[in-house]
């Protein structure tokens, strides 16, 4: 499922920007 995928990416670009 892509979803967990995206869902993956998106924590990890918020840690980023944090």
Known sequence: M???AQR???HLGSL???
């Open 8 to 10: 993956l990416l998106q």
């Open 2 to 4: 892509p979803s967990v």
């Open 16 to 18: 980023g920007l944090r």
